[in-house]
């Protein structure tokens, strides 16, 4: 089992670190734009599109990312004084009741806008630069299903929590600044 959730995680950081670049190409893109609206007076109109794009492929590809590295935001207030192993079920009953019905849904309807949109070859009506947007729709489809093989990976984590009473560790990818800290705060007090 841990080899199938870690497996799984491992793909979605992956995914996650790669569309992060995303993010500079919008930062860069976003940059251009204000320079030449601004200071040349000649404004594209081929900008707000990829901005929208790229906006958009980070949106969909960080959610499997977030999942993986348990980075949602949640009103945990209750719920993190409560034993592992009742997290656990909580968590698995939540999974199966609302989370891969949601995931379905964005898979089976993605893949229709998706498959639909490649037939026309559909490009945006928003601007008159026509950019194809096929080839982004199709990222709809392909998110549901890292966020469900990521939801798979949870219930195997759900299941183990369960059995143990306490949850398996994640890979390590990036750590907030406030994380940092109170570690770093932990290790001083153990020193003194």
């Keep these: 089992m841990d080899r199938f959730v870690y497996t799984i995680e491992g793909l979605n950081v992956w995914v996650g670190r790669a569309f992060g670049w ?12 204000v320079f030449v ?5 000649a404004p594209t109109v081929w900008s707000m599109d990829m901005m929208i794009q790229m906006y958009g492929a980070l949106f969909l590809m960080a959610g499997p990312y977030a999942l993986a590295q348990d980075a949602h935001v949640r009103g945990d207030f209750l719920y993190r004084l409560l034993p592992a192993r009742t997290q656990g079920k909580i968590d698995l009953v939540l999974y199966i009741l609302f989370f891969f019905p949601g995931m379905l849904a964005l898979f089976w309807y993605g893949a229709e806008i998706a498959a639909d949109s490649w037939r026309y070859k559909e490009v945006s009506w928003n601007s008159p630069a026509r950019i194809q947007i096929y080839f982004f729709k199709t990222l709809i489809p392909i998110a549901g299903v ?24 994640r890979l390590s990818d990036v750590k907030e600044t406030e994380q940092l800290l109170m570690e770093e705060a932990e290790q001083q007090e153990k020193q003194a």
């Excluded at 995303?22 to 734009?33: A, D, F, H, N, R």
């Excluded at 890292?146 to 560790?169: F, P, S, T, V």
């Design 37 to 41: 609206r601004y200071v040349l007076n």
């Design 22 to 33: 995303c993010i500079l190409i919008l930062t860069l893109s976003v940059s251009y734009e």
């Design 146 to 169: 890292l966020l469900m093989l990521q939801g798979a990976a949870e219930i195997c984590r759900c299941i183990r929590a369960i059995q143990e009473d306490k949850w398996m560790e």
